[in-house]
DNA sequence: AATAGCACTCTCGCCTTGAGAGTGCTAATC
DNA sequence: GATTAGCACTCTCAAGGCGAGAGTGCTATT
């Protein structure tokens, strides 16, 4: 794969770059014209039959332009994985919103979400940051009505979890605070296993609920990410590849269907770390879902504490030079505040 | 208008549910031969040529089969508004699954969004009932890091919000409680108007959070809706009329930007009474953004109390005879489930 | 009033065709 | 030996032509 000389490098990228671009196969002679080479088509044209024995290029037919292959679009990405980073301006503008919308956990997984579709022109996805190993923090308790009450959970790393319960028979508001008061001094900053491990209590009450949050830790920690924010869907739309309803109505399909996704992100996220990108060009690796499609995916967080993960998809030929820095820059800013979070409470104590 | 022979009546009628199942313009013989009609070709088309003279049907070309107008398609649903009710079975499936799900506020928006979509194969939109005039319930303050703590606040009704703020200073839990406490007491059942009379408290922290509830309160009244929850997006891309991806692209993107949806919304429930269906076709009253498109709407909720809308969005050619049904039976059920809500709290009293 | 018949119109799919773009190869050139 | 000019060849794509088919409106007839 290194034998790549300088110049089929260059070459190869160019093309690369400008069928992003246009869209088009590209011959040699345009990209004579286009880019001033000091070269004739015909040694252009030696160099793209190189480069198609070699699988990087694909003719789409005999006599058409190039088109870069899978593999093609695999070496590109990894020459430039690793230099580019967003225009400072850019970088200006996207910090200045989030500090701007210095709102709830919400507020700034829609942000990410909106950010990212914008620059990168493909659709974005991102999952809250959740906490490897819940730590209990604070559980509320409000009666709504007769037998149903609201119990709000807090975990360490402000993940908040709400849900409506139907008791037995109906508690006053008073009798669900001193509950709540109890188990928010007996469990504070514990885990699931700590929780466990604790005797049984006295009181119907405090054990009931003592066991549904344990419960929901349980599958806090297990669903791994919850809740997705998508971005920008109708990007797709305007690529031509989606032009057949049918290809994008598939592709779409996906994110609609949030199971394939989480099981997605999931699957993809076990081997790799946080602060490192991942770049799945086409079906690579058994991701035949995708299709002809990519995805740049990166995990943020404090590793071991809390994670989440966001990216862009987009058609194979979706432009990895705006996707990869800015989804590397997005996984920054949200890693801080994952992190400025982490060190308030840590500072709390 | 109504000077419609019973057999001018038919004929539209069936034309028209030819046309949504089989998306083509429908010409006399085929309508014969389809559907048994005593009559020859030639009468028919004398009809036809009649209702076109009326507005009801057009010609896309000279020549070709009757497709019907935004006038035609209006008169036929005030044919089967007030009598399609759907059947039974599917009744019992729904109401069944809302059964399962008694889950909280979230899961039976999700929920509905989804039934609607599945079946009227158009996209839904669902909105959070939320109460006509607010009245404060519960607020808790959990403290989730120095100075950021969690406020969250139940309505009548069983809103909930929930908001990070950052105090001026670090506060503990105890205090935070003790205000939660003394502000449930002395704030209980009241309005948004109610607390602006209420003499301002001694305590700073108190008279702060106190300010932070009523800014809520108002914004819950006036933003209307909030969150909107969609589904079956990918169903338009299904129907032919959107094939060209700039047109799907062009209606999809009006669920992308909520704002324009929640405008959409609020602007045609100000003439709506729950329980009411509305339906949109096409630009009608004003409405160019929906272009080629129709909407069924409805509210529902108890008047006067706390109310949210529903409803489907597809071509002008959608099913009708699904949509509306179910966007009238969906409203029915979460009617109910938010009457059941206000009954618990009366009761509760 | 309903119908049969007929001439007319218009679209749509199919085919052909020519232009254009691009290739690969060979022979000439630096 | 690498580069280039030249050329014959291939393939797509858009445009035009053509015929079939579906449907209409009108008129004369039942």
Chains 1, 2 share one sequence.
């Not at 332009?65 to 679009?73: C, D, F, K, Q």
Request: glycine share 8%.
């Amino acid at each position: 794969m290194s034998e790549l000389t300088e110049r089929q490098k260059t070459l190869l990228l160019l093309i690369i770059r400008d069928h992003i671009e246009t869209a088009q196969p590209v011959g040699s002679k345009r990209l004579v014209e286009h880019y001033h080479l000091d070269l004739s088509s015909a040694t252009i044209r030696n160099e793209m039959a190189a480069l198609t024995d070699m699988g990087l290029l694909r003719q789409p037919y005999t006599s058409a332009g190039r088109v870069p292959s899978e593999e093609g679009y695999r070496y590109f990405v990894s020459q430039m994985m690793y230099q580019a980073e967003l225009p400072e301006t850019i970088q200006k503008t996207i910090s200045h919103q989030f500090y701007q919308t210095r709102a709830d956990q919400e507020g700034w997984m829609t942000l990410a979400a909106s950010v990212l579709a914008n620059q990168s022109q493909g659709v974005s996805m991102v999952t809250a940051p959740h906490a490897t190993q819940a730590r209990f923090k604070h559980v509320e308790l409000i009666s709504t009505q007769g037998r149903q009450i609201l119990m709000v959970t807090v975990f360490g790393g402000g993940e908040v979890s709400q849900q409506i319960l139907t008791l037995a028979e109906p508690v006053t508001q008073e009798r669900l605070s001193q509950t709540a008061a109890r188990l928010n001094r007996s469990l504070a900053g514990l885990t699931v296993d700590d929780i466990a491990a604790l005797p049984i209590r006295t009181d119907a009450l405090d054990q009931d609920i003592l066991m549904l949050i344990s419960a929901e830790m349980r599958r806090s920690g297990e669903r791994g990410s919850g809740q997705i924010y998508t971005d920008g869907e109708t990007n797709l739309l305007a690529e031509p590849e989606f032009a057949e309803s049918d290809e994008a109505r598939r592709a779409l399909k996906l994110f609609e269907e949030r199971s394939t996704l989480q099981d997605l992100i999931a699957r993809t996220t076990l081997n790799s770390t946080i602060g490192g990108l991942q770049v799945l060009i086409g079906g690579e690796g058994g991701w035949e879902q995708l299709g002809q499609c990519s995805l740049v995916l990166a995990r943020y967080g404090v590793p071991g504490i809390a994670s989440g993960t966001l990216g862009v998809f987009g058609p194979m030929r979706m432009s990895y030079a705006k996707a990869i820095p800015t989804v590397r820059y997005v996984a920054g800013l949200l890693s801080d505040l994952v992190n400025d979070t982490i060190a308030g409470e840590r500072e709390a104590k």
